[in-house]
T-cell receptor, first 111, second 112 residues
Framework: DAGITQSPRHKVTETGTPVTLRCHQT?????MYWYRQDPGHGLRLIHYSYGVKDTDKGEVSDGYSVSRSKTEDFLLTLESATSSQTSVYFC??????????FGPGTRLTVT | KQEVTQIPAALSVPEGENLVLNCSFT??????LQWFRQDPGKGLTSLLLIQSSQREQTSGRLNASLDKSSGRSTLYIAASQPGDSATYLC???????????FGQGTELSVKP
């Protein structure tokens, strides 16, 4: 987890509310990723970034948006949280996009 | 479709035993393969990274091998300890698509 922090680490929110998760890195890596991990589905890529203001969708991007205005920060926003978005969210970073290093995760519960 | 499979899903061994975890991938055109460890409620810790040009990598009691032609990688853990208990995931990176494809993981339990 060195060099990568996620905030908050735990969050409980109500259906329909907006939620923003933050990933912060001190490694100055170019690539950053957001995954969700669910039992039976493993790790699934939501969005990723290959530079400041450069982002692209992963396999489960519906209902999520991202922003990266600085190299060190990558934000994941749930515009209107739903119960299906209850999950553990992981941020990852990569210097060249070919190996990844993960943060400690954020446990999100949508009631 | 690029898929990564890990069998078995769970494994229980007595302390001190040497063990092998398996990872198979459907597309042999991988760029590299990464092994991770995940403790309950924690993030993923990178253990070993094998480039496609390499046959194996070692770190302490861990040795990972890669056989592209057969589409397999193994993680060998020597003299297992209760502290090795965790879920181990492998992930294959492909240049085509630029994505890391994860297996479902093997949950290892080492009994004292």
């Amino acid at each position: 987890d060195a060099g990568i922090t996620q905030s908050p680490r735990h969050k409980v929110t109500e259906t329909g509310t907006p939620v923003t998760l933050r990933c912060h890195q001190t490694e100055n890596h170019r690539y950053m990723y957001w995954y969700r991990q669910d039992p039976g589905h493993g790790l699934r890529l939501i969005h990723y970034s290959y530079g400041v203001k450069d982002t692209d969708k992963g396999e489960v991007s519906d209902g999520y948006s991202v922003s990266r205005s600085k190299t060190e920060d990558f934000l994941l926003t749930l515009e209107s949280a739903t119960s299906s978005q209850t999950s553990v969210y992981f941020c990852a970073i990569s210097p060249q996009g070919r190996e990844q290093y993960f943060g400690p995760g954020t446990r999100l519960t949508v009631t | 479709k690029q898929e990564v499979t890990q069998i078995p899903a769970a494994l229980s061994v007595p302390e001190g035993e040497n063990l092998v975890l398996n990872c198979s991938f459907t597309d042999s055109a991988i760029y590299n393969l990464q092994w991770f460890r995940q403790d309950p409620g924690k993030g993923l810790t990178s253990l070993l990274l094998i480039q496609s040009s390499q046959r194996e990598q070692t770190s302490g009691r861990l040795n990972a091998s890669l056989d592209k032609s057969s589409g397999r990688s193994t993680l060998y853990i020597a003299a297992s300890q209760p502290g090795d208990s965790a879920t181990y995931l492998c992930a294959a990176f492909y240049n085509q698509g630029g994505k890391l494809i994860f297996g479902q993981g093997t949950e290892l339990s080492v009994k004292p």
